[in-house]
C-alpha cells in the first residue's frame, strides 16, 4: 500500500485542542450551566424513555436493555475514557515490582513486534506506532491541563496532569464493530455495536499498559482521553481521514473504534497511508446526503473552522459536532448512520456508480480497488461482483 509523507496540512494558528471544545461538554453546559461530559444524556434519556413506552420499533426496552449489558464493560473500565480514571491508572494495578522494575531490552524491531502480537492477543483488530505528535495531545482535560514535562512520570497531581517527553510513542488500535448492527442507525441496535467496540477497547487498553509495564516500562491507557486518536491513527498508518469526519481503515472502513497506549517503549513507527480515500470522498456525498442531522460537509477540505466544536487550522472536512449530538438527544440514541451509509464499510456495490458526482481516480476506482483486497485477505465474502459483499467478522486469536 502507497505510505504518505504528509498525511495532513496543520496552519500556522493551530493550538492543542482542549476537551472542553469537544461537543459532549458545550452542549452538557448549554442544556444545564455545568461543566461535564454526561449532562447532555439527559435529554436524549428522556426521549428514549418515550419511544419505548410509546412501543417505537428498534426503540424498546429490551433494544435498550441489550445496549445497556453491551456498554456495561465500558463504564466499569474508563466510561469512554477519562485520564487516570477507573481502570485507566496511569500506573500499575497488578504488576509486581520483581517485573515492573526490570527493562526487557531488545532491538526495537523486536519489541515492536511483541507489543503489536500482544495488542493482538488482548482485543485489537488493527495496531500501528506513531511518534507521539505533542499537537495531538489534548491542552487540558475538564479542569486541569494536560503538561508534556521534560523529565518525571506520567502522573495527577491537584494542579495538573504530567506526561514526560520521554513517553514519545503512540501504540494505536481499533476494534472493528459489528457492520449489520451498525446498518440499523439510528435504531438503538446500532448503538449496541458501538457499546461492544467501547467495553473492548477499555478491555484492550488496560491489559496493553499491564503488559508494557511488566516489561518494565512506562504506559498510559487512553479510550476517548488525553490525545486524539483519529490523527494518531493516521500517524500509525490505520487509514486515513473521510469526509465524515472520522477514521476510514483498509480493512474495516469507519466501522471501527479507536483506541490508544501512549509508552517509554522503543517502537518503530509505522507510516501514514494512502489508498485514495481523500479523492473518492471528493466525488461520493453518501455520508452528507444521508446525515439526519446536516452535520456533514458536501464542500471541499478547508483549512479552518468557525465551527464551535471544531479543531481549527487542519485541512479537513469539518463536522458540526453540536447539530450532531442534537440529533442524538431527539433520536434517544446514538447515531451512526454516516457510517452505515459509507461504501468502505461494506465494499463495492455497482449501484455506487451512480452515487458518485463523476469518476475522477488516479488508479481505477479506489472502493473497487479496496474491495478487492479486502476479499484476498479475508476481510469480506463475495458472492456476486457489484452485490453487496458480506463483511466477515475478524479473527482472534486472544480477548
Known amino acids: 500500500m502507497k505510505t504518505k509523507n504528509e498525511p495532513y496540512v496543520v496552519g500556522q494558528g493551530y493550538r492543542r485542542f482542549p476537551v472542553t471544545s469537544q461537543a459532549f461538554v458545550t452542549v452538557s ?48 473500565v474508563g466510561a469512554y475514557g477519562f485520564p487516570n480514571f477507573q481502570m485507566l491508572k496511569w500506573s500499575t494495578m497488578v504488576v509486581p515490582e520483581v517485573l515492573s522494575s526490570h527493562k526487557v ?131 500509525a498508518g490505520l487509514g486515513e481521514l473521510g469526509r465524515l469526519g472520522i477514521l476510514i481503515t483498509p480493512e474495516f472502513g469507519p466501522s471501527v473504534r479507536l483506541f490508544k497506549v501512549l509508552t517509554d ?37 478547508k483549512e479552518t473552522s468557525s465551527l464551535e466544536t471544531s479543531n481549527p487550522y487542519v485541512r479537513k472536512w469539518y463536522i458540526n459536532g453540536e447539530k450532531c449530538l442534537r440529533f442524538w438527544q431527539e433520536n434517544g440514541g446514538s447515531c451512526a448512520t454516516c457510517i452505515a451509509v459509507c461504501p468502505f464499510t461494506w465494499g463495492f456495490e455497482s449501484i455506487q456508480c451512480f452515487e458518485c458526482t463523476k469518476c475522477e481516480t488516479r488508479r481505477g476506482c479506489e472502493l473497487q480497488v479496496n474491495t478487492h483486497l479486502r476479499a484476498k485477505h479475508g476481510y469480506l465474502h463475495i458472492e456476486s461482483y457489484g452485490e453487496r459483499p458480506e463483511v466477515l467478522r475478524p479473527r482472534r486469536e486472544g480477548l
Open 29 to 76: 453546559m448549554k442544556d444545564t450551566g455545568k461543566l461535564g461530559y454526561m449532562f447532555w444524556l439527559d435529554k436524549m434519556h428522556r426521549n428514549m424513555g418515550r419511544k419505548m413506552m410509546e412501543g417505537t420499533e428498534g426503540y424498546l426496552q429490551e433494544d435498550n436493555a441489550l445496549d445497556m449489558g453491551a456498554n456495561a464493560s465500558n463504564l466499569l
Open 105 to 235: 531490552v531488545r532491538p526495537p524491531e523486536d519489541l515492536t513486534r511483541l507489543v503489536k502480537r500482544a495488542a493482538g492477543i488482548y482485543g485489537a483488530d488493527l495496531v500501528g506506532v506513531a511518534a507521539l505528535d505533542e499537537r495531538w495531545v489534548y491542552s487540558k482535560d475538564m479542569v486541569k491541563p494536560i503538561v508534556i514535562t521534560e523529565d518525571g512520570i506520567p502522573e495527577e497531581t491537584d494542579d495538573e496532569f504530567r506526561i514526560p517527553r520521554s513517553m514519545d510513542r503512540a501504540i494505536v488500535m481499533a476494534v472493528a464493530m459489528d457492520a449489520k448492527g451498525i446498518g440499523t442507525s439510528p435504531a438503538i441496535e446500532s448503538s449496541t455495536a458501538t457499546s461492544i467496540g467501547y467495553s473492548r477497547m477499555g478491555i484492550t487498553a488496560v491489559s496493553l499498559a499491564e503488559y508494557i509495564r511488566a516489561m518494565g516500562y512506562r504506559a498510559i491507557p487512553c479510550m476517548n482521553d488525553t490525545a486524539m486518536s483519529i490523527p494518531l491513527a493516521v500517524d
Open 265 to 301: 517503549m522503543p517502537l518503530v513507527p509505522d507510516k501514514p497511508v494512502d489508498f485514495g480515500v481523500e479523492i473518492f470522498c471528493k466525488n461520493c456525498l453518501l455520508c452528507a446526503e444521508h446525515c439526519p442531522s446536516d452535520s456533514i460537509s458536501f464542500d471541499l477540505p
